[in-house]
């Protein structure tokens, strides 16, 4: 890919974007709103000042997919500065994921045979293992709880290296968003013609990689257009109007959304989230509103990670807890906030042990296993050399 780079042609090294944080935190919390409704049975109540905003807080995934793919555009420049930038890629990657999501395996084995009396297969505990439930049909959710978003980053990110070798200006980036919503027509036409189980077909339309590309291609575009910028990295008066425009945009777009107002001119209103949401993310880069971006929200997208995957146990567990509340507040708007506020003081903490304790440890290991074979390397070219 990017190894027969010389130095000079390599691009600048950029600065941590603490929008990019912030982003992260906020839609890990709008998935977390949604599950607390959802998961307890019967479900919970939103006011109806909250309701219709609450009940779609899953849309918090399309952020996350908009911000990893913008992320990973971001941050490839470290890689190219490597001896052997796609391993290097590939091991950043498996050792940012894989730590904290085998430690939610092993939990959720545990807490599967305890609470449900229920044993996983060996086969889908290594299809978890490998990263590969996103391609066995009815498996694409992982049984690991909200886990499917991982199989689809993952697959992802195995073809980026390829992705960021070839994509690389704004035009190809569009052009990369329309390919990939073809792409996704004709796999849905071949599903209607196929004559695998329903089943098949619904996991497949519903939870396969290639439905949700295009929100990643909406994250290669996002970057193209947010590097062109000249005033992107320099606060300007400029680049705050502009930035203020786009957030607004994305504001009245995500309720023309959840009002059903925009037309249907993807087949699928799911790739509206990406373009607002797009919207949203270029206009906090450019302007980042300080209720938006602050030390709280970024300590969020810190834990972001962990609160995403702990966030749907914890709820589980409390569901007799928001009953309870839910008898015996005053108001729906009490039950809803103190529910909420409930949720948020124990996922928090554990979700900050579980990164110190599981991520962060995981992120060390691959940074010392990187260093180790680059020394390697180096030290094998040195006795050639010197032979």
Known sequence: MAAGMNAQSLPPARARLEFLDALRGLAAVYVLVYHMLLLPQPNLLAPRWAEKVALNGGTGVTMFFIVSAFSLYYTMPLRLRERSPTFSFYLHRFFRIAPLFYFLIAATLVRDA??????????????????????????QEGFVWVSWTI??????????????????????????????????????LMLDYSVMPEAWKQSILHWNVLRHFPIFAVGIVVYHVFVSLPHAHTPSESATGTGNGLVWAGVFGYAALLQGWLPNVFGDSYYWQGLVFACMFMGLALSPWRVVVNRATRFLGKISYSVYLVHTT??????????????????????????????LLLVLPLSWLTYRFVEEPGIRLGKRISRRLADRAAQARASVDAG
């Open 114 to 139: 305890w609470a449900f009396g229920v044993r996983h297969s060996l086969p889908e505990i290594g299809a978890s293992m490998a990263f590969l439930f996103n391609l066995i049909p009815t498996r």
């Open 151 to 188: 199989g689809v980053e993952m697959l992802f990110y195995a073809v980026f290296p390829l992705l960021y070798a070839r994509v690389k200006t704004l035009g190809a980036s569009i052009a990369l968003f329309f390919a990939s919503l073809m792409l996704w027509q004709v796999v849905g």
């Open 314 to 343: 914890v709820i589980f567990f409390l569901a007799p807890v928001y009953h309870w509340i839910y008898r015996h507040a005053p108001s729906l708007t009490a039950c809803f906030l103190a529910s909420l506020v409930l949720t």
